[in-house]
Nanobody
């Protein structure tokens, strides 16, 4: 199976933008199949950022990123994106994408996901 490799992380100043990418190749396109973005800062648990259904036009966001981050998908290339705008220092973390079968409740829990990429580091600092 192909892992959902993430890319696009880096160093950015507060207020800046980054776009992360993740491959969803080989994953089910059923409505219950989700690609989720999570992040993990040092010493903290992995936390939900956003998720999008691979089989429907449905997406969810954590309150902390709502209005600043946008998750999207390109079905032609099986790629999922996380556009991050107006970045803040508290967004600094390693960002992971994963795939899970679930519902709008369970997809917010990282333990639902059994298929992770290696992560990409995002550092927001002046």
């Amino acid at each position: 199976q192909v892992q959902p490799a993430e890319s696009g992380g880096g160093l950015v100043q507060p207020g800046g933008s980054l776009r992360l990418s993740c491959s969803a190749s080989g994953r089910s396109h059923h409505v219950t199949s989700w690609m989720g973005w999570f992040r993990q800062a040092p010493g903290k648990e992995r936390e939900f950022v956003a998720a999008i259904s691979l089989g429907a036009e449905t997406e969810y966001y954590a309150d902390s990123v709502k209005g600043r981050f946008t998750i999207s998908k390109d079905t032609a290339t099986d790629t999922v994106y996380l556009q991050m705008d107006n970045l803040k220092s508290e967004d600094t973390a390693v960002y992971y994408c994963g795939n899970a079968l679930g519902n709008r409740v369970t997809i917010r829990n990282w333990k639902t996901y059994g298929y992770w990429g290696q992560g990409t580091r995002v550092t927001v600092s002046s």
